[in-house]
């Protein structure tokens, strides 16, 4: 079974920076594509940002120029580089693995991102 832990989640003033991991154990299939999610309190769940295993990327409007999402195939992880944050970030960040023709699809725990002052 797969499991994804995130980490790096935390508390950071508004302007700063957060880099999130996601670590995959167990062999994931390719092709897939990883990505991760928030959820906001009363919000539903959104896609932040995705990349496939051959490194094609997409991102939310509300983050593009901020946010870098990038992924070490060989360590099956995922991160994603958050800079400028603002308050309207603060969620819970969830990581997600899915395959492209290998029917799979992955969730970690959660890790909270709170942008206060």
């Known amino acids: 079974q797969v499991q994804l832990v995130e980490s790096g989640g935390g508390l950071v003033q508004p302007g700063g920076s957060l880099r999130l991991s996601c670590a995959a154990s167990g062999t994931i299939f390719r092709p897939n594509t990883m990505g991760w999610y928030r959820q906001a309190p009363g919000k539903q769940r959104e896609l932040v940002s995705a990349?496939?295993?051959?490194?094609?990327?997409n991102y939310a409007d509300s983050v593009k120029g901020r946010f870098a999402i990038s992924r070490d195939i060989a360590k099956n992880t995922v991160y994603l580089q958050m800079n400028s944050l603002k308050p309207e970030d603060t969620a819970v960040y969830y990581c997600n693995a899915r395959g492209t023709f290998i029917q799979f699809d992955y969730w970690g725990q959660g890790t909270q991102v709170t942008v206060s002052s």
């Open positions: 990349i496939t295993s051959s490194g094609s990327t």
